[in-house]
C-alpha cells in the first residue's frame, strides 16, 4: 500500500471547519483513499472513502486532487468530539481472498478548542 | 444496526492465566479481523477469518495465541499463559467482502487486557 503523509497535529475552533490534508503522491490508480479516527481509548472508527469522486456523508466530505496526490477530509462543523487522532490510509483490495490488513500511520492528533 | 461488539470492555489477570476474548461481528458481515494496539503504537494485525477459508494466522505472535470463528459468526481470542508484554487493546474489526473494491473494517471498541 502506498505510503501517506500526514501533519502530526492541528488545531480547529469548535464550529469552524476542520481540513485535515494528506499526501499519497505514490498511490496507484487501483488504490482507494480511506480515512478512520480513533478517540482516545476507543476502537478505529471509520470515517469516508474514496477513489477520486469526491465524497461527502454523514460524517465528513474527501476532497481528492485531480491527480490523485492528495486529498482532505473536512469536518464542516467540528465539535469537541471531533477531537481523535485521524488516519489516512491508501490501500487496494484485491478480489483475491485474503487479509486486507489495515496498517495505520502516526496520523493527525486533531484538537478542537473551544 | 447493531456494530461490532467486544466482551468484555476490560481485563485484568495475572501472568500466567489464561484469557478469552470475544468479538461479534456485524450482521452479514463474512470477514472478521483480530488487531492488537499497544499503548500509543499502531495496529498490529492477528488473525483474519473469511467464510469457511482456513484463516489467516501469519499475524499471531506466538503459539501461546488462538483463535476460532464458529457458525462464521462469533469469534474467540484465546491467550494463554498470559504475560506481561501481551497487556495492549485487542480490537476485532468485521467487513462485508468479498470481491469488491472497496471492504470497509468497522472495528469493535476494543478489549483493554492488563497483565500483572
Known amino acids: 500500500d502506498a505510503k501517506t503523509t500526514q501533519p502530526t497535529s492541528m488545531d480547529c475552533a469548535e464550529g469552524r471547519a476542520a481540513n485535515l490534508p494528506c499526501n499519497h503522491s505514490t498511490i496507484s490508480g487501483n488504490e482507494y483513499v480511506y480515512w478512520y479516527r480513533q478517540i482516545h481509548s476507543q476502537g478505529p472508527q471509520y470515517i469516508i472513502h474514496g477513489l477520486k469522486n469526491n465524497e461527502t456523508n454523514e460524517m465528513a466530505s474527501l476532497i481528492i486532487t485531480e491527480d490523485r496526490k492528495s486529498s482532505t477530509l473536512i469536518l464542516p462543523h467540528a465539535t469537541l468530539r471531533d477531537t481523535a487522532v485521524y488516519y489516512c490510509i491508501v490501500r487496494v483490495t484485491s478480489i483475491i481472498q485474503g487479509a486486507q490488513k489495515l496498517v495505520f500511520g502516526q496520523g493527525t492528533r486533531l484538537t478542537i478548542n473551544p | 444496526g447493531a456494530g461490532v461488539s467486544q466482551s468484555p470492555s476490560n481485563k485484568v489477570t495475572e501472568k500466567g492465566k489464561d484469557v478469552e476474548l470475544r468479538c461479534d461481528p456485524i450482521s452479514g458481515h463474512t470477514a472478521l479481523y483480530w488487531y492488537r494496539q499497544s499503548l500509543g503504537q499502531g495496529l498490529e494485525f492477528l488473525i483474519y477469518f473469511q467464510g469457511n477459508s482456513a484463516p489467516d494466522k501469519s499475524g499471531l505472535p506466538s503459539d501461546r495465541f488462538s483463535a476460532e470463528r464458529t457458525g462464521g459468526s462469533v469469534s474467540t481470542l484465546t491467550i494463554q499463559r498470559t504475560q506481561q508484554e501481551d497487556s495492549a487493546v485487542y480490537l476485532c474489526?468485521?467487513?462485508?467482502?468479498?470481491?469488491?473494491?472497496?471492504?470497509?473494517?468497522?472495528f469493535g471498541p476494543g478489549t483493554r487486557l492488563t497483565v500483572l
Open positions: 474489526a468485521s467487513t462485508l467482502f468479498m470481491g469488491r473494491r472497496s471492504d470497509t473494517q468497522y
